[in-house]
């Protein structure tokens, strides 16, 4: 299985919404990393956490809040976004920092 | 001046053409990532290097660690390969991402 899966696909949201975006793995990779990408940009690094310790943060807004449940499964919670914030995010895993596997994306509109 | 360069920005030919894309980089790497994202979003990785040369069907990855520079070639190129080509490159503790190459072959 060389699959990172992603839930759900498409999101629309309000500013004062909460919501969560999922990511799992089943390739028993200990390295997972979100990234946030606007259209026809290159890929912004988010988050990475490394064996379930958060070990980057670029500086992303409070308002993005990542957890890891376990090694396998990935989440970033959204609260009180704004348009600017609409994108589409890509999770990403890989083993030792190495080669990393890509999921779908979940595409993001706040309205 | 951007830390990782790719060349060309866009680049269109026709099918069975030959195609190289570039990335020259100006910081120190452990390694270089090779990716494609086609229209929809999908990121798949290609290749990772750290020195010397990875084929993978009509793909070929080049890296010049001292010329901080990696090409990637394709061969008998099809329009089902057209798509944005990224290099990405991993420093310390950081990934720095080209801004990439949008790719359209020709039928």
């Known amino acids: 299985d060389t699959e990172v899966t992603q839930t759900p696909k498409h999101l629309v949201m309000g500013m004062t919404n909460k919501k969560s975006l999922k990511c799992e793995q089943h390739?028993?990779?200990?390295?997972m990393y979100w990234y946030k990408q606007k259209a026809k940009k290159p890929p912004e690094l988010m988050f990475v956490y490394s064996y379930e310790k958060l070990s980057i943060n670029e500086s992303v807004p409070s308002r993005f809040s990542p957890e890891c449940p376990n090694s396998s499964l990935l989440n970033l919670h959204l609260h009180a976004l704004q348009p600017e914030d609409s994108a589409l995010y890509l999770c990403?895993?890989?083993?030792?920092?190495?080669?990393?596997?890509f999921g779908p994306g979940t595409r993001l509109t706040v309205l | 001046k951007n830390e990782v360069e790719q060349s060309p920005q866009n680049l269109t030919a026709q099918e069975g053409e030959f195609i190289t894309i570039n990335c020259s980089y100006s910081?120190?790497?452990?390694?270089l990532h090779w990716l494609q994202q086609h229209p929809g979003g999908g990121i798949v990785s290609l290749f990772m290097l750290s020195s010397g040369k990875k084929k993978h069907g009509r793909l070929i990855a080049t890296i010049n660690i001292q010329e901080k520079h990696s090409s990637l070639h394709i061969t008998a190129s099809h329009p089902r390969d057209s798509a944005v080509y990224i290099c990405?490159?991993?420093?310390?503790?950081?990934?720095?991402f080209g801004k990439g190459t949008r790719l359209h072959i020709l039928p």
């Open positions: 990405a490159v991993r420093g310390d503790d950081k990934i720095i």
């Open positions: 990403a895993s890989s083993q030792e920092l190495d080669t990393q596997y």
């Open positions: 390739m028993g990779h200990r390295a």
């Open positions: 910081v120190g790497i452990s390694a």
